[in-house]
T-cell receptor, first 115, second 111 residues
Framework: DSGVTQTPKHLITATGQRVTLRCSPR?????VYWYQQSLDQGLQFLIQ???????AKGNILERFSAQQFPDLHSELNLSSLELGDSALYFC??????????????FGEGSRLTVL | GQQLNQSPQSMFIQEGEDVSMNCTSS?????WLWYKQDPGEGPVLLIA?????ELTSNGRLTAQFGITRKDSFLNISASIPSDVGIYFC???????????FGQGTRLTINP
């Protein structure tokens, strides 16, 4: 158990819909990272938050947005969903937020299926 | 932009065989991390390398940080069934590029 909690574990929805994925980081970790893993693909970095502020941005679509709340949990919002958005979405957390990433602790992921 | 190449993409081996995989990059990094993802799970850190030329072992795993700081390899000796999974390199150089993972090496073991 990494200490990172993601909900829901599975989600099935239709094209054009909007979903929200939730992540609770390990106790004491200030950074939260979101990754997308499509079938047979590696981990694509989407976005990082550190102590409530956006710290780094990767290949995140404009239809996607995220935020980190004062209690440090984070939400990833995916809107106007397309078939290609079907993937595993991982949240990870770490103590640090700058200079070096350090070890990332990953949740078990949220599997999104868009029909 | 930065290019990160991890190879091989997949390996099919017999139990007991040794495994070798590597990552090369067009950029210099300060840290190389290796993660393993078990089926249905999130990745877990296996080994962290912090110094060019460093050779680090963790049980049957051995990893090295290349002298040029642009590459790293991971070896697994005497593979066992629980070694099955996807192995990712994750170099760390600061900024957004630090958060890049290799494409992964999928390891399958025939008993």
């Amino acid at each position: 158990d990494s200490g990172v909690t993601q909900t829901p574990k599975h989600l099935i929805t239709a094209t054009g819909q909007r979903v929200t994925l939730r992540c609770s980081p390990r106790s004491g970790d200030l950074s939260v990272y979101w990754y997308q893993q499509s079938l047979d693909q590696g981990l694509q970095f989407l976005i990082q938050y550190y102590n409530g502020e956006e710290r780094a941005k990767g290949n995140i679509l404009e239809r996607f947005s995220a935020q980190q709340f004062p209690d440090l949990h984070s939400e990833l919002n995916l809107s106007s969903l397309e078939l290609g958005d079907s993937a595993l979405y991982f949240c990870a957390s770490s103590r640090s937020g700058s200079e070096t990433t350090g070890e990332l602790f990953f949740g078990e992921g949220s599997r999104l299926t868009v029909l | 932009g930065q290019q990160l190449n991890q190879s091989p993409q997949s390996m099919f081996i017999q139990e007991g065989e040794d495994v070798s995989m590597n990552c090369t990059s067009s950029s210099i990094f300060n840290t190389w991390l290796w993660y393993k993802q078990d089926p249905g799970e999130g990745p877990v850190l296996l080994i962290a390398l912090y110094k060019a030329g460093e050779l680090t072992s963790n049980g049957r795993l051995t990893a090295q940080f290349g002298i040029t700081r642009k590459d790293s390899f991971l070896n697994i000796s005497a593979s066992i069934p629980s070694d099955v999974g996807i192995y990712f390199c994750a170099p760390d150089g600061g900024g957004a590029q630090k958060l890049v993972f290799g494409q992964g090496t999928r390891l399958t073991i025939n008993p």
